[in-house]
């Protein structure tokens, strides 16, 4: 375990290797999940002591089952810095090395032809490609014998050349190929191939393939049903690579891939002599002419406000963005000078270095603007870089920014760590406790939407499951069956399909009363398969939330000047205003009627304002034979007599307006009433404040209408949960985007559940309740279906928005609340109101010293000991083994046999309150 423990990869198992001297020592590939580094790091070892813990330990918390993030399903074991950069080296190509041009028979010749100097390892040459698959016959694929033998006879016999001729021939091609083959044995043959992870998709079409001797090396290393890599491998590009690797052969291979890749990453950014010194680092000729340019333009600009022309804010404004522009040009002149392939160029763009290349533009362009204390950029830029070194001024203004950044990231962390505590503590009893909930409900995630988050379509759709069929808009075909789980190849169909929206199940819509169901949380991104009953999804959730809070700006820099509502905040404080459902900063004024919009001065206050209206229009036939009252365009209210007949009768206006007459051939008469009904709303508004629809513009409820952030809880006031859900879904996640940091939605949906559980009680009908109590939303839905039943007046609510805090605070658990916050204040009202705990959640059972309900000691709680009275006998055949409903799997089976908890106890179904209670 290495401290601050953020997340789960923070305590992980190794078997021991024994090695030389007297340091433990750690894998490097495990330093990215522990977020260590080799400057004095400590980290602590903890033995497993127990049978039970040591089978804990090996089958859950070994490195080599926890090779993805549980935040986003990436892996989380991939090469970095060093391994890279020679991974990086192996894969370029330098045109004019020894050997260009030459060909070879096969890899073998290759490596002999390197070995011996006669080749460089980044010339290009050609040869022709072979595999291990070439020698793999197809007696290991189990085929019919008519395939089998279709194939043997056409002289097809290794897996190699079922693979070539997949690549290079069309369908049609390769059945005429092989007699009495037919399509349905092409499609046997296909599947069977892709259940042993040989992919054509994976082969080249062509043998003879152009590549270097790096690449043959790198290739040989990796997994045979892995494609052969024909491309320079960056850092993004190994990622990618340990990614397909996964899902092709498992986290067990795929670890011994990684670590291949490792050991030829280090061994050849040794031998490539890559090294940077201080004359490597050239200044571009350019830059003295791009400041000189800058420095004029910057000259007229106070020129200009010296003679009043501009305001002193425009200045300041221009001054920024002409300094802004002068680094960005001096940075493009530095890239241009770089050589990817030597030294420096190479760990700015292989991705070995952090930052890329923008510490090269501090090195060898110009340090740019700087910000002051309170994060005003300050106008005078550091147009010195660190190669030729700052003058007096120029590092007196460079601290600034130092020191700031150096109090900045102290606060940040007390910050983020405050904030995961209170995410953990609103989430902590969000555990996985059925199969499916049944419902019919669901979110859609559409292409608009995601690209607001910046983020691709798929990203959001992968592990979640399909609340409603997924459909081909051109072939009508169904790609992904409601309530399937959408894979990453599914994905991709539906992406190629061009769907654009896709209805998915959503722990936001989840109706398990306590906990949620498999199918709404969809995959557990740690494992990369459906999530198991009994895994604490709110931990992980409040984890992947928390972890990357420290790598998010604390206050990001204000362009200074009075730019009045511009300052949205961002970064960590953004996040804390939205799960906190507090009124943000710099609010921005919402409609809450659909109309047309206008903004006007009333006296000395800015007023904003929406009009609705709509023409009513009610139509009254007035035969000739009776005489008309009304004239043409007069007012009359409803009642009004428009005509009269003879014997008495009258026709009156069923509604206010205007009436108008219109006389018909055949002597009658049309009578219109006409009215217009008009909605109005208006709000004053700062002056400063920036409309953002023009006037004149049509807007809908609940539209923003000046610049800055909607407030979540008159989102839900005006345009209901699910806005607000969505609402804030998308605000968390444009804040985290914004920094590179990929956390999948469904974390971030867990949080917003619990923070909409809750309903105020409005009037309490014939129930229990009292008016402005907070309830459970499925409590009260449970009441009022109740009293509906007898026939009794149900309670009304409103549903409320709490924050976290608010939310931890207003639990179930009064042990959980205790230990939160305000522990005097909780513990005398849950006495006063002699309140019982069902303990359900994590805290609650480890303030109690019981076995938290999750993984292990969920099954135990499942397999608790009964006693059946033995009244008459009892259907079914018990054995020693759990009931159909509950076969375990074999990971849970192992689990309970160490436990000792198998055989004890026929069929439990779901557990209710009254079983935790026991």
């Known amino acids: 375990n290495r401290a601050p423990t953020l997340h789960r990869l923070g305590i992980q198992a190794f078997e021991v290797v024994l090695i030389e001297g007297n340091a433990i020592q750690l894998h490097p590939l495990s330093c990215a999940a522990f977020n260590a580094d080799f400057d004095g790091d400590q980290m602590a070892v903890h033995v497993p002591l127990s049978e039970m813990a040591v089978t804990e330990a090996r089958n859950l918390m070994l490195s080599t089952r926890n090779l993805l993030k549980p935040a986003s399903g990436e892996p989380i074991v991939g090469p970095s810095k060093d391994m890279v950069l020679g991974v990086y080296y192996m894969t370029t190509v330098q045109k004019g090395a020894k050997g260009e041009g030459k060909t070879f028979s096969g890899f073998d010749e290759v490596l002999m032809a390197y070995h011996l100097g006669f080749l460089d390892i980044r010339a290009p040459i050609k040869t022709r490609f072979t595999s291990p698959l070439d020698t793999v016959l197809l007696d290991t694929v189990e085929l019919s014998d008519r395939v089998r033998n279709a194939l043997t006879a056409a002289g097809i016999v290794t897996v190699g050349q079922v693979l070539d001729r997949l690549a290079q021939l069309s369908d049609r091609k390769f059945i005429e190929e092989v007699t009495d083959f037919g399509a349905k044995g092409l499609e046997e043959l296909k599947i069977q191939m892709r259940l042993h992870g040989y992919s054509a998709a994976h082969w080249p079409e062509n043998r003879l393939i152009e590549t270097t001797a790096g690449r043959v090396l790198f290739n040989l290393g990796l997994p045979p049903n892995l494609h052969f890599v024909n491309e320079v491998m960056d850092k993004k590009a190994v990622n990618v690579l340990v990614g397909e690797c996964y899902k092709l052969i498992g986290s067990e291979a795929t ?204 990203e959001r759709l992968v592990g979640r499951v399909a609340g409603a069929a997924v459909i081909d808009p051109q072939t009508g075909e169904v790609i992904v069956e409601r309530n399937q789980m959408m894979e990453e190849d599914e994905c991709d169909l539906i992406t190629q399909a061009g769907v654009k929206r896709v209805y998915v199940r959503s722990p936001l819509t989840c109706e398990t009363r306590v906990g949620l169901c498999k199918a709404c949380y969809g995959r557990d991104l740690g494992r990369g398969r459906l999530v198991e009953q009994g895994e604490a999804v709110g931990i992980i959730a409040a984890q992947s939330i928390g972890e990357p809070g420290t790598q998010l700006t604390l206050r990001t820099f204000h362009t200074g000047g009075v730019a009045g509502g511009e300052d949205i905040t961002q970064g960590l404080p953004r996040v804390e205003e939205l799960f906190e459902a507090r009124n943000p900063k710099g609010e921005a004024v919402i409609s809450e009627i659909d109309g047309v919009l206008d903004v006007y001065w009333d006296g000395e206050q800015r007023m904003i304002k929406v009009t609705n209206s709509r023409i009513i229009k009610r139509q009254h036939m007035v035969p000739a034979e009776a005489e008309m009252v009304v004239k043409d365009r007069d007012r009359v209210q409803e009642g009004t007599v428009l005509a009269r007949y003879e014997d008495g009768r009258e026709i009156t206006a069923v509604t206010d307006g205007a009436a108008y007459v219109d006389k018909l051939d055949d002597g009658s008469s049309l009578v219109i009433v006409r009215r217009e009904e008009t909605d109005e709303w208006s709000q004053p508004i700062p002056p400063s404040a920036r409309v953002e629809p023009e006037r004149g513009d049509r807007v809908q409820a609940g539209q923003q209408l000046t610049v800055g952030s909607k407030n979540p809880r008159e989102v839900l006031r005006i345009q209901g949960i699910d806005a607000c859900q969505m609402y804030l879904l998308q605000e968390v996640q444009k804040v985290y985007r914004s920094q590179g940091v990929g956390i999948h939605d469904k974390h971030i949906e867990v949080v917003i559940r619990q923070m909409i559980r809750k309903a105020q009680i409005r009037t309490a009908g014939d129930s229990g309740f009292l008016p402005g109590e907070l309830v459970d939303r499925f409590e009260l839905e449970d009441v009022n279906s109740a009293l509906l039943e007898d026939s009794k007046q149900p309670a009304r609510a409103d549903t409320v928005l709490l924050g976290v805090t608010k939310a931890s605070l207003n639990t179930d658990s009064f042990l959980a609340a205790a230990s939160f916050q305000e522990t005097t204040r909780v513990l005398t009202e849950a006495a006063v109101k002699g309140k019982t705990d069902p303990l359900r959640g994590l805290k609650e059972n480890v303030i109690i010293g019981k076995l938290i309900p999750v993984g292990t000691g969920f099954l135990a709680r499942r397999a608790r000991p009964m006693t059946i009275e033995p009244i008459e006998p009892v259907e079914g055949d018990y054995d020693d083994e759990l009931s159909s409903e509950d076969q375990l799997s074999a990971q849970d089976r192992q689990f309970a046999e160490a436990f000792g908890l198998l055989g004890q106890m026929p069929d439990f179904g779901d557990f209710g309150d009254d079983e935790y209670d026991d």
Not at 369 to 392: H, V, Y
Not at 430 to 444: F, K
Request: one cysteine or more.
């Open 255 to 458: 670890a011994v891939t990684v670590d291949v890749i490792k050991e030829m990453g280090f061994r050849y950014a040794t031998q490539s002599g890559f090294t940077i010194a201080v004359s490597d680092i050239q200044v571009p000729e350019v830059k003295t002419q791009i400041l000189d340019n800058t420095t004029r333009e910057v000259d007229q600009a106070e020129r200009q406000y010296r003679r009043g022309l501009i305001t002193e804010e425009e200045q300041y404004n221009r001054v920024v963005e002409l300094w802004t522009r002068a680094t960005d040009d001096i940075t493009q002149a530095v890239q241009t000078q770089l050589d990817p392939l030597e030294g420096i160029g190479a760990m700015a763009t292989s991705g070995a270095t952090k930052g890329g290349v923008t510490p090269i533009r501090q090195l060898a362009g110009m340090r740019g603007l700087m910000a002051d204390p309170s994060g005003r950029i300050i106008a005078l830029p550091i147009r010195s870089n660190f190669r030729e070194g700052l003058t007096a001024l120029e590092y007196f203004l460079s601290t600034h920014g130092a020191r700031k950044g150096l109090a900045d990231t102290a606060l940040r962390t007390a910050d983020a760590g405050y904030l995961t505590r209170r995410l953990v503590d609103v989430a902590q009893d969000v555990i996985i406790t059925e199969n499916d909930c049944g419902t019919n409900a669901g979110i859609w995630v559409d292409d608009e939407g995601s690209r607001g988050m910046n983020e691709k379509l798929t």
